[in-house]
């Protein structure tokens, strides 16, 4: 694929985006950047949530991850569905009758200051490295799609955050909300086209096609050993806590369902969002297998120049499926990735605004100094994400999708036990001894991991999740204050 080509999809493409984000940030205020002036409609949000669920993790690392793992990643997706169930049924109702604008707000008026600041300090953490992991992945991909020598990536890298941070900047969640709507059309089109192009280079028609990987090896649901971290049941149970948290509890994900008119259109919203997402993963999935089998024919990873899994999808969208499909599968990746890097960026701000500088409550501080600070916050934590894509072009030599849920198992079990502590209980804590919970429960996991796999040859998997959050819940427990609320 040629520069040119190249360039002209990523500026078309661009352009588009900034026409969106100026017509959707006109007169937009803190109130438009924070909450969508709480106008967001429900089917816009989501359709938008399935692409930011998604990412471009998933369109690259999850095709590729069949190849290893063949469909063990599905029964984590059909806990996924249980997990938007509490979300909608439990999370959601809270944070309308509290009239959030941070979710972390609610530790404060359950439990203290203390905890408060833990939590939205492990909220910063953990969207932090997870988001920088995202961008630095469809970065990687981008720049190996230009002519090799053609530009450093550490260019590709500050153009790509440069152009984030500009489209971003005024309108927030209230821009984010409709260009996710691309994100989800171009990524789904990118599969679709891929899989139709692959089904044809093979001769198969569409039952023929179901067939061959349904056949296979890769099309298998069920690992049912328990020693390993793809069992069936560790991967279901995992898949209700990790949305509970990676979305329930996350301040850019949830920011946009509180940006909705009313509960009711929230819950609408995620009730959606849940079956969409199954339908589109076993999408991601199948054109795994599909890939798989078409490698396979072509005498492996090594005989096609494929260095990696993570590369599958894109060296052989890029070098075999012809120029149009190349095409789409970059305008996938591209919207794909913006969007995804804009939320990110737009919660962090929403998060150290609120949760550390105290807009919501501060009468000293003019709305033109506001502006300023929110500005200046935006651009800080570009800079940041900046570094940490560099950073992560170093040292990366896995799976970027088990990298993600690897920090999310340690970063946000604290924030769940902080929450369903406070949810399930009517007991006050210990507050200044909150923030040192929040730091030795993934410490103790961390620990406790080494030990099965080293000792016992048994891996947790994501539920390291769950052990993380039930030991913060335990300590607080302990902690607690005799006399309950």
Known sequence: MSLTLILSVFVVYTVLLFAISWYTSRRADNSSYFQGNKKSP???????????????????????????????????????VVGYAIIALVLLPLYYRMNLTSIYTYLESRFGFYTYKAGASFFVLSRVLGAAVRIYLVVFVLHGFLPQGTMPFWVVAFVFMLLIFLYTLKGGVKTIIWTDMLQTTFMILAVIVAVIVIAKQMGWNFGEMVSAVTASDYSSWFDMKWDNTTHFFKQFISGIFVTTVMT??????????????????????????????????????????????????????????????????????????????????????VSASYPSAGGALT??????????????????????????????????YTFIFFLLIL???????????????????????????????????????????????????????????????????????????????????????????????
């Open 42 to 80: 429900w089917f816009v949000v989501a359709y938008g949530m399935v692409g930011t669920s998604i990412s471009g993790v998933t369109m690259i690392s999850v095709p590729g991850n069949v190849t290893n793992q063949a469909f063990y990643y599905m029964p984590m997706v059909l806990g996924f």
């Open 391 to 485: 950073l992560f072009y170093v040292i990366n030599n896995k799976a970027v999708i088990d990298l993600v849920y690897q920090l999310a198992a340690y970063t946000y079990g604290p924030l769940l036990g902080f929450f369903f502590f406070g949810i399930l209980t009517k007991y006050q804590v210990r507050d200044r001894w909150m923030p040192f919970v929040a730091i030795a429960s993934p410490l103790f996991c961390l620990l406790l991991d080494w030990v099965a796999k080293s000792i016992f040859h048994f891996g947790f998997g994501f539920t390291l999740l769950i052990f993380n959050g039930l030991f913060t819940f335990v300590a607080m427990w302990l902690l607690r204050k005799p006399r309950a609320i």
């Open 248 to 333: 329930g509890l996350d301040q850019e994900m949830m920011q946009k369902n509180l940006s909705c008119k009313t509960l009711k259109d929230s819950q609408k919203n995620i009730f959606t969002t849940s079956i969409t997402i199954v339908i589109v993963n076993l999408l991601f999935l199948t054109l795994g297998a599909v890939l798989a089998l078409y490698v396979q024919k072509h005498g492996g990873m090594a005989a096609m120049g494929i260095p990696a899994v993570d590369k599958i999808f894109p060296t052989i969208a890029e070098n075999y499926l012809g120029m149009a499909c190349g095409v789409i599968f970059l305008i996938g990746l």
């Open 347 to 380: 919660s962090l701000t929403t998060s150290f605004c609120v949760d550390f500088i105290g807009f919501n409550r501060r009468t000293d501080l003019s709305d033109e100094k506001k502006l300023k600070i929110r500005y200046t916050t935006h651009a800080a």
